[in-house]
């Protein structure tokens, strides 16, 4: 299987943490999306979307990279997947969900967003927590990146069900 992991971590490299724990069980590549090519990524068999929350959304560095994508499904590549997933200070909501709406741009893009999202908590330094040293200091932490390899494989080794 080839995959590829598109990964923006800026501020402390949770993310990169997250996205390094997956690759290794997917022996997939970790790119920016500056370094990202569109053709490999419509080549792979299985593309990692993600990044850290900021404001409620992922980073518009990735969020830009996927709308620019091209349609990846075709006749050649009907089984185009994709997963979303990212780390954040607080957890997700429903009314304020971070990981559907690039979703929902990746399926429009033509991709299968294969089940269910990954999101873990992490280090956050955001204005009113530096205040008070951050939120969640030590994370991503063993447990995390554990959940982070144990999504992957579920991934690889269910390639057509829903995780």
Not at 2 to 29: E, F, Q, Y
Not at 83 to 89: D, I, K, L, R, Y
Not at 94 to 106: D, G, I, K, S
């Amino acid at each position: 299987m080839k995959a590829v992991i598109v990964c923006v971590s800026v501020s402390h490299g949770n993310t990169l943490r997250v996205a390094d724990a997956m690759a290794r069980v997917l022996g997939a590549s970790v790119v920016t999306p500056e370094e990202a090519d569109p053709r490999e990524l419509a080549a792979a068999d299985l593309v990692g979307f993600g990044s850290g929350v900021f404001h409620g959304r992922l980073h518009p560095r990735l969020t830009a990279f996927a709308r620019a994508l091209p349609v990846i499904r075709s006749p050649r590549n009907p089984q185009a997947r994709a997963f979303v997933f990212a780390t954040s200070g607080l957890p997700e909501i429903p009314v304020m969900p971070f990981t559907r709406p690039p979703a929902r741009l990746l399926d429009s893009k033509g991709f299968d967003v294969h089940g269910s999202a990954f999101t873990c908590r992490a280090f956050d330094t955001w204005a009113p927590f530096r205040i008070v040293g951050g939120l969640n200091r030590r994370r991503p932490d063993s447990d995390d990146l554990s959940a982070a390899h144990s999504f992957a494989e579920r991934l690889r080794e269910e390639p057509g069900r829903a995780v």
